[in-house]
Every structure is written in C-alpha cells, then in structure tokens.
C-alpha cells in the first residue's frame, strides 16, 4: 500500500517549495548562507552559471562527493543539474537520492534531440521552458516542475521577463479558443493535445511553475512573482554578488512579501554591489544557454 | 453553533497555503492570507501549511510574527500540515530552528527519508469520540511525531508511527490533507473552529 515516486509526491515537493527562493551554491559553505537566509532548498552545481559562461569547456553534473557534503549540512531539500538527456548522470542523482533533479540547459547538452524520460525515475524533475510548448512537452516526459529559463548567468532579467510573460500569455490564450480549436493548438505548441486541452479547461500549467534565469535583486524576484511565477531559482544573482548573505535574505523576503512596495523598499536597501550582469544583445545568438533544449 | 461562516487565515509566507485555502473555501469559509501580525485581527482559526518549516520560521521571527501568533494560537483554532506541526511543537529532535512550541509534542523532521522516501500510504484517523477511519496519506519529506506529553490526544497513525495529533484547539498532522480531494480533516477542524466560536471558548482560553 505505501507507493514512492507517485505523481502526486514528485509534482507535491514543487507545491512545498511554492513562495520561496531555490539558490545555486558550489559547495557546503555556500548551502549554509543560503539555510541560514531561508532558501527553500539549494540547488548544487559545481560552477554558478556566470562561470560557465566566463571560463567555457564542458559543464557537467557536480561532483557526487560535493553534493553530498551539501546534503549533509543543511536540511532543507538539495536538487542537483544533470545535462539534457544524460539519464545517467540522472541516475547517479537519484543514487545519491538527491531531493529534485534539475534536467538543465545551463549545463552543456548530452543529447541534441531526446531529453531524459523522468517517468522512468522516482526522484522528480524540474525543467526549462521558453513557452507553453516546451513546458508541456517537458511535462509529457515526466517533469513535475517547470522553471522558465531566462538567460543563466547574465544577472539580466529580461529573457525571465519574456518567458513568464509568453507561458502567461499563452495560457490565456488557450483559455481563449473552442473545443474544436484545441487540436490546432496543439499542433502549433508541439505539445500533446491532452496537456493543452488540461491548460485550456483549468487556466494554468499542470505543475508549479517557477522563474529562472537572470534574476539579481529582491525587485527582480517581486517582479517575476507578479507576473506569476509561483516561486523563484537564483543562480549567479546571490554568490556573485558582495554580499551574498544579506542578498540572500532580502529575496526571500521578496518573494513572500512580492505584492508590498514598501516592504520591497525596506529589504532592497544597503544591498551592496549585485552582480555586474550581462546586456543580451551583446551575446550573440550562439552563445544564448536558453536555445538549448527541445 | 455560530450561523454566520468561519473567516480562516492561512498563513502565507511560504509553501502550500493556496491549496488549504481551496479546500476551506470549498466548505465554505472566509479565507483570508496572513504574512503580517495585523492580519490575525478578526480570524476565527488559522492553518498553517506546509512547505519549509526553516523559510517559514525565520520569516515569522523577522516579521514580528511569532509572539502575535503564539497569542492567536492560545486562543483560537489552529491546524498545522506538515512544516506546520513542526512549527506548532516545542521540540524538534535535530534541535534548534525558531518555533511556536505550542504542541506539547516532539517532532522528528524529515524523519521518512529524503524525497525518494516521500509516499502515499493509508494513515489511520482516530478522532476524539469517533470510529476509527482510514484516510489517504500524502507524505512528502515528511515528519513523525515522537513523544507527546500530557494532553495530546494521537488522531492519526502510520503503520506505528505517530502522524497526527489534536492537544484542546491545536490540531497537526504531519501529512497533506490539502493535496488530496478527501476534506475530513478540514470539515473536522472546521467544526472545531465552529464550536470555539459558539461556546466562546476563544475568550476564555487565552492564557
């Protein structure tokens, strides 16, 4: 009678972590200033995305023996990246019984046309979405959470903007059409038409979706929970920044207190230097992290 | 019996408050969020969710939230799922995290295992004064309840492991009502909240 790896377990961590801020930290200490700040959970890689833009080469999942010095420090929930469609890497993951798995674009790809089937899996998923689209076929694969991508490690939250902004959008939309035109939307989404009709009848994704990508400030968490993000990832935005612990401790507030300007105002000052942060359109378009996955 | 409709706060710092406040609405409740002391004036009860109990706790102490609740909870009806039983007891076995440390239990958290642990399983209810009954159990990185003092009444077990306990106004359970579309525990403590209001126990209760 006891069942693991249900659906409603993998897709009910997401809703726990709802209103909260998921921060990237490189080792024990750093998964500490993030507790001790109230991260909802910690997400462990072995460099910050900054980084892997900065120096290149190949990012892979982080060091077992990393991921466990940080599973053994904090208590809250420690999610790990593997690459897209390294289901091994997952698997070694899930070995290590890793809270969430995060199959992600910031890392560099290994597989240009599958992602991992997380059905196969009992330890749950998180993935990157630009649209609707993405987000649903992710979710057909077994996802149980959807983070939009934004543009890792940039500390620019435009890309996050228009990714929150197109999912919304077309979630309304579908709200929007008949029944008789669910089934060219879901030739126009590439997304299977069950999942759409579910978007289309219920007027929201079927698992928690949080923002990612580019977020540096506690204006910048508020901003992507008001445009509907149902919590937030913060990767570079906090340990690339001066003061990593007081930054930490201010978008957590953000993120619960998004809708008050003035509490906004207050956890917003004598923050100290962000990070310096990237213009997009400087890049180029071979260089994007977020035209990964498909 | 009170004939106007409960008005239930659902604490909303963090975690799964939206749900409660679906299944609460759904019987018929006033349901209003709280993240600020001066919004406990005028709630009849109160949930609190799950989600992280250490995210949770440090925004309550942050926020000058926890005596005003530590008042609320002395006097009126409140649930907690999950990080909110911890947050509701007066000890956790892994030691210090900021607390309510109302339920005069002590919890164990996480103490299923990580995620991969996390399950459905069948819990057996035991409400004062009822049959016993059988409920779906969610349980995600769930606590146990394991010692209780004097006074707490155990409501629900898992296999033998404690999971739910009821101590005067105070009920916790450690797994989440919220996420299945069973409403007992809510109708249950939707009465409790009923018969606080209608035999004005919510004056003469506060210590």
């Known amino acids: ?294 | 019996m009170v004939a106007t409709r409960p008005t239930v706060g659902v604490l909303a710092l963090q975690g799964a408050f939206r749900e409660h406040g679906l299944v609460l609405r759904g019987l018929g409740a006033e349901v209003r969020e709280v993240r600020l002391a001066t919004q406990l004036e005028g709630l009849d009860a109160l949930v609190i969710p799950g989600g992280e109990s250490t995210t949770m706790g440090k925004l309550m102490e942050s926020y000058g939230l926890t005596e005003p609740l530590r008042r609320f909870a002395a006097g009126h009806p409140v649930l907690g799922s999950c990080a909110g039983l911890i947050l509701l007891s007066r000890r956790t076995a892994e030691g210090a995290q900021p607390l309510l440390g109302m339920l005069d239990i002590t919890v164990r958290r996480n103490a299923f295992g990580r995620q991969l642990h996390s399950f459905e399983g069948p819990v057996q209810l035991r409400f004062p004064g009822r049959p016993a009954e059988t409920f779906p159990g969610v349980f995600i990185r769930s606590p146990w309840v394991e010692e209780t003092g004097p006074g707490v009444e155990i409501i629900a077990t898992y296999e033998d492991r404690i999971v739910g306990v009821r101590q005067g106004n105070l009920l916790g359970v450690a797994f989440h009502p919220e996420l299945t579309d069973d409403n007992r525990i809510h109708r249950y403590f939707l009465e409790m909240a009923a018969e606080a209001a209608g035999s004005g126990a919510v004056e003469t209760e506060v210590a």
């Open chain 1, 1 to 294: 009678m006891k069942e693991i790896g249900t659906l409603k377990v993998k897709t009910g961590l997401a809703e726990m972590l709802k209103g909260g801020v998921i921060m990237d930290v490189t080792n024990a200490e750093q998964a500490k200033v993030a507790e001790d700040a109230g991260a909802v959970a910690v997400m462990a890689l072995e460099r910050v995305p900054a980084d892997i833009r900065a120096d290149g080469g190949v990012a892979r999942m982080a060091d077992p023996e990393k991921i466990m010095e940080i599973q053994e420090t904090v208590s809250i929930p420690v999610m790990a990246k593997a690459r897209i469609g390294h289901f091994v890497e997952a698997q070694v993951l899930q070995a290590l019984e890793v809270d969430y798995i995060d199959e992600s674009e910031v890392l560099t790809p290994a597989d240009e046309a599958n992602h991992i089937d997380k059905w196969a899996f009992d330890v749950p998923f998180v993935c990157g979405a630009l649209n609707l689209g993405e987000a649903l076929r992710r979710v057909a694969e077994g996802a149980a959470m959807i983070r939009t991508k934004g543009e890792a490690g940039t500390g620019n939250v435009v890309e996050a903007v228009r990714h929150m902004r197109t999912i919304m959008g077309q979630v309304r939309w579908l709200g929007g059409l008949e029944e008789s035109e669910l089934f060219r939307a879901a030739k126009e989404l590439q997304a299977p038409y069950e999942l759409v009709r579910w978007v289309a009848e219920n007027g929201k994704l079927p698992v928690v979706n949080f923002s990612a990508g580019g977020l540096a400030t506690p204006a910048d968490a508020a901003l992507m929970m008001q445009l509907g993000a149902e919590g937030v990832f913060v990767g570079s935005g906090i340990f690339k920044s001066e003061d990593p612990s007081g930054r930490a401790k201010a978008m957590v507030e953000a993120a619960t207190h998004f809708e008050d300007p003035e509490i906004l105002a207050r956890v917003s000052r004598g923050l100290k230097s962000a990070m310096a942060g990237l213009e997009i359109g400087t890049l180029g378009a071979e260089n994007l992290i977020q035209n990964r996955g498909w």
